[in-house]
Every structure is written in structure tokens, then in C-alpha cells.
């Protein structure tokens, strides 16, 4: 420490301790208070899994949809297979024909896109859209996730299986 850090907290100390702890216990305290702050997140989670384990209940926003707007159906398949094949996901759909209206530079365009609807782990969606719009033809594409909140608790507890935890501690996934 600098010495103007040692002098603020000589400072701190002589204020908040009037003779009733040492400045080791001090420092302790102190110490203590920014580990369990930097560690919140961490151990709110864990909280809420222990929770959802012993409960029996689900984790809302452990799960998610992503939402993929693909220009052909052999794209949509191509980019639906690949994410199956890599295991980062449990389900793809993929819907027929759907007419879009958007803006894109400066002008309202319309076309027909395939819609994806991908249910995965909400832990791979970076993974995911990285993935996909490395293999993606658009320049931007439209990758949108949403949190699933509550659901068929056997159905949750499949897509647990079918996705392993393990996929999103790999490294990152080059595009086919």
C-alpha cells in the first residue's frame, strides 16, 4: 500500500475503534466484507441451485430459446444440424416461412425468412451466437434468446441430459 492508502486507513480505523479491537481483527473484518461482496454472485447461485436440488423446483432462466431468422430452409437446416451436432442444444425447430418486415439501411424491406427456435442452456448463449453467426450468411443476424421461467419440470430435467453442463466450460466451437 501507498502511503496515503496506510494514512486513510489508520484513519478509518482510529474512527470506527475506540480501544475495543485490534487493527489485525480490523483488517480481518475488512477483508472478510470485500471477499463475501466479490463472491455474491457465486454464492447467490450456488444458493438458488442448492435451493432448486433439495426443493425439487426449477431454475427459472436456467434454460432458454433463441430465436434465429435464417434466409433459406436448407440455411435454417444447416445451422440447426451443426448446433445438434455440437451438442449445444436439446431441440430445433424449424418453422416455415414467415414474412418479415424490417428496416435496413435507411430503407423498410420485406422478405421470407425460416424461423429457428433453439432451446438450450442459458450458460451457452454467447457460445451460441458466436457459433452462429460465424456460419451465418447475413451480416447481422437476428439472434435473440429468451429466458425460459417455468415449464414441464420432466421436459427441463431432458434438456439437462440432452445439453451437457460440460459444453460450456469448452473451448470455443469453430464454425463447420
Same mark, same amino acid.
Given at each position: ?13 482510529q ?9 489485525s481483527?480490523?483488517l ?14 457465486v ?7 442448492l ?9 427459472a432462466? #436456467? #434454460? ?11 440455411v ?5 444440424? #451443426? ?12 418453422l ?6 424490417y ?16 432451446r ?8 451460441l451466437?458466436?457459433?452462429i453467426?460465424?456460419?451465418?450468411p ?5 439472434i435473440?434468446?429468451f429466458p425460459i ?12 441430459v440432452a445439453?451437457?453442463e460440460t ?10
Amino acid at each position: 500500500m501507498t502511503d496515503t492508502q496506510e494514512n486513510k486507513m489508520d484513519w478509518i480505523y482510529q474512527r470506527c475503534n475506540k480501544d475495543t479491537m485490534s487493527k489485525s481483527r480490523f483488517l480481518l473484518i475488512c477483508g472478510a466484507i470485500m471477499l463475501t461482496i466479490t463472491l455474491y454472485p457465486v454464492l447467490r447461485m450456488l444458493g438458488v441451485q442448492l435451493h432448486a436440488t433439495l426443493s425439487g423446483r426449477y431454475v427459472a432462466g #436456467h #434454460h432458454s430459446i433463441l430465436l434465429i431468422n435464417c434466409p433459406t430452409e436448407q440455411v435454417a437446416k444447416d445451422i440447426g444440424r #451443426h448446433i445438434m451436432e455440437k451438442r449445444m442444444a436439446a431441440c430445433v425447430n424449424i418453422l416455415p416461412h414467415t414474412s418479415t418486415m424490417y428496416y435496413w439501411k435507411g430503407e423498410i424491406r420485406d422478405a421470407s425468412e425460416i424461423l429457428l427456435l433453439v432451446r438450450t442452456r442459458t450458460s451457452l448463449i454467447q457460445r451460441l451466437t458466436e457459433f452462429i453467426t460465424a456460419m451465418h450468411p447475413y451480416e447481422i443476424p437476428e439472434i435473440i434468446s429468451f429466458p425460459i421461467e417455468d415449464g414441464s419440470l420432466s421436459y427441463l430435467k431432458w434438456m439437462d441430459v440432452a445439453v451437457p453442463e460440460t459444453n460450456s466450460h469448452h473451448q470455443p466451437l469453430a464454425s463447420p
